[in-house]
């Protein structure tokens, strides 16, 4: 079995930080891509940014020079540094790994999801 397990949301007022952070565990053979999804009442899912085992990142163009994604591959973990923040950030946050296990099979893992509340 393999989990991801997201931490670090919360509420912060506009202009203000977070840090969220996802760690995978399991039966993991290898973890391929890394991200971060989020999902505000009434909106669809989307994505934030996301980042290879190679480092190369991609962000959403409503947090480019805001957010930041990083990982360390050997701890299977992926950070979301969140700079800036504004109203429109508030959502439920989400980490995705695309991760083959150990019997070579590869999927998509998603964490349960943490709340970020961005106040004005």
Do not use: H
């Not at 940014?49 to 959403?60: E, W």
């Amino acid at each position: 079995q393999v989990q991801v397990v997201e931490s670090g949301g919360g509420l912060v007022q506009a202009g203000g930080s977070l840090r969220l952070s996802c760690v995978a565990s399991g039966s993991i053979f290898r973890i391929n891509a890394m991200g971060w999804y989020r999902q505000a009442p009434g909106k669809q899912r989307e994505l934030v940014a996301t980042i290879t085992n190679g480092g190369s990142a991609n962000y959403a163009d409503s947090v480019k020079g805001r957010f930041t994604i990083s990982r360390d591959n050997a701890q299977n973990t992926v950070w979301l540094q969140m700079d800036s923040l504004k109203p429109e950030d508030t959502a439920v946050y989400y980490c995705n790994a695309r991760i083959k296990n150990t019997s070579f099979r590869e999927f998509d893992y998603w964490g349960q999801g943490t709340q970020v509340t961005v106040s004005s």
